[in-house]
């Protein structure tokens, strides 16, 4: 007999004597008075004294983290809601049918306890029960309580083990809520009306990916996961919603890394009327009231090693990125170099000479597309702080509207942090005729 096979047996068991002494095995409810975090928001600064006399009852419930049996007494810790609060049971306090039910817990049970708050003798805020109701049993152990949950790989596969396990990762959750909040209070804020779109279409557009395939059976047909909402969101901006965005789910059937995922959030939001300068600043704001809300008021995050301001984006011309931004010192580029395609082609054969991962430039690559790999290979991964890296190279960007002064570059911009690309964004091109000969003219690259 497995190991396991042996301990579901001896839960089931447990079960039964549960049922037996008169508990039921799986309730519906219990009413409980106080959260654990409530609690110990509102208690934490008690003393012994003042809760003796104020003799506070509490009805709470939660995760079963530790037994120390001692006797005919005891103590457990609870978790619940991100919360751990320590109980204390005593055979005269709570009956022979309760402290029976004490002495059977074991560790991620479930219980509901009701009592009062003391302090121990060590000064640990403790509810002194007066009533154990059970209700769940835990049929599998628990991670060992020392080590904790520590394999990577569980951990993000069985994300309830980990929240259990290791109650610091609920944190994360909490803080995508508020990400996720301040971002529909910022756009609606400026008149953002946000939608929703479908995420099984019969053509996949909007970005550059591999979809994923399914099948309606009722019509007969195949569809595809979306890879981005953007054929949607801009025909509802024909349709006379100015402003308009969607927090949604994408599907992209290709490989994984720390920076992408198989399946992912992304926000997608369109203004009409307005050009990229307006957008950059409007994300620039967007970035810094997320950052606010996320770190209660703060807009310094700790990525790392690194602590990064959403407070404000820095900004540079791709152009001018590639200068600052030149990790060898001996061959850092002038901006009038960016303009010549032999020095390009000089800068170049540099970087590769000094760096592991070369730059392999495509045949007929055009001046604008050289400097675009520069940028990307020397310079994305040293944009630590908030960055909108602006002005691209036309080839590259075949949405967005050529810069009046210069048609080899358009009005797009990509914004970095940690060296990762967080946001694109650009004039969208709406003359259909420019747009056909942009996609004839990749079409024969």
Same mark, same amino acid.
């Given at each position: 007999? &497995? ?29 409980? *008075? ?12 008690? #003393?012994?004294?003042?809760?003796? $006399? ?25 978790? /619940? ?14 009956? !022979? ?22 302090? *121990?003798?060590? =000064?640990?805020? *403790? ?25 990577? +790989? ?22 995508? %809520? ?17 939608? /929703? ?11 550059? $990916? ?6 309606? =059976? ?31 789910? =994408?599907?992209?059937? +290709?490989? #994984? %890394? ?11 939001? !369109? ?21 606010? $809300? ?12 690194? &602590? ?8 540079? %011309? ?23 395609? $032999? ?25 604008? /597309? ?10 994305? %991964? ?64």
């Amino acid at each position: 007999m &497995s190991f396991e096979y042996e301990l579901l047996s001896q839960r089931y068991q447990k079960i039964r004597q549960l049922e037996e002494l008169g508990f039921t095995p799986y309730p519906h409810k219990f009413a409980f *008075t106080h959260t654990l975090g409530e609690i110990i928001s509102r208690y934490t600064g008690a #003393t012994a004294e003042e809760l003796a $006399a104020a003799r506070v009852g509490v009805r709470v419930c939660g995760r079963v983290l530790t037994v120390r049996r001692q006797g005919r007494a005891g103590f457990a810790h609870l978790l /619940e809601g991100g919360e751990k609060l320590q109980i204390y049971v005593r055979q005269d306090a709570v009956g !022979y049918k309760d402290f029976t039910l004490y002495k059977m817990l074991d560790a991620g049970d479930i219980i509901g306890a009701e009592g009062y708050l003391f302090r *121990t003798k060590t =000064n640990e805020l *403790t509810v002194h029960v007066e009533r154990l109701e059970f209700l769940s049993k835990a049929l599998l152990a628990m991670p060992e309580k020392w080590h904790g949950l520590q394999d990577v +790989e569980i951990r993000y596969r069985q994300r309830y083990l980990d929240l259990i396990a290791n109650p610091e990762v609920r944190q994360v959750f909490v803080t995508r %809520s508020k990400i996720i909040a301040a971002l529909r209070r910022t756009l609606e804020a400026h008149g953002f009306i946000e939608v /929703e779109t479908p995420m099984m279409q019969p053509l996949y557009g909007g970005a550059i $990916a591999k979809p994923f395939r399914t099948h309606h =059976n009722a019509l007969d047909i195949d569809l595809y996961l979306r890879i981005a909402p953007e054929l949607y969101l801009k025909r509802l901006t024909v349709g006379g919603l100015d402003r308009v965005y969607e927090i949604n789910r =994408n599907f992209r059937n +290709e490989g #994984t %890394s720390f920076k992408y995922n198989p399946e992912f959030t992304m926000l997608e939001f !369109y203004q009409a009327y307005a050009d990229y300068r307006d957008l950059m600043d409007f994300s620039e704001e967007l970035l810094r009231e997320t950052a606010a $809300a996320a770190r209660d008021g703060e807009t310094t995050v700790q990525y790392g090693e690194h &602590s990064i301001d959403f407070k404000r984006l820095a900004r540079y %011309s791709m152009k001018e990125a590639v200068v600052e931004f030149w990790p060898y010192a001996s061959t850092r580029p002038k901006l009038d170099d960016l303009g010549d395609p $032999a020095r390009v082609a000089g800068l170049m054969e540099a970087y590769n000479r000094s760096a592991e991962e070369k730059i392999v430039l495509p045949a007929g690559a055009s001046l604008g /597309e050289s400097v675009g790999l520069l940028f990307e290979h020397a310079c994305e %991964s040293r944009l630590i702080q908030p960055t909108a890296i602006y002005d691209h190279p036309v080839e590259v960007s075949p949405l967005s509207k050529n810069k009046p002064d210069d048609p080899a570059w358009v009005e797009r911009f990509e914004i970095f942090a940690a060296g990762m690309e967080l946001a694109n964004a650009y004039s969208e091109l709406n003359d259909p005729q420019e747009q056909r000969r942009r996609f004839e003219m990749a079409s024969r690259r």
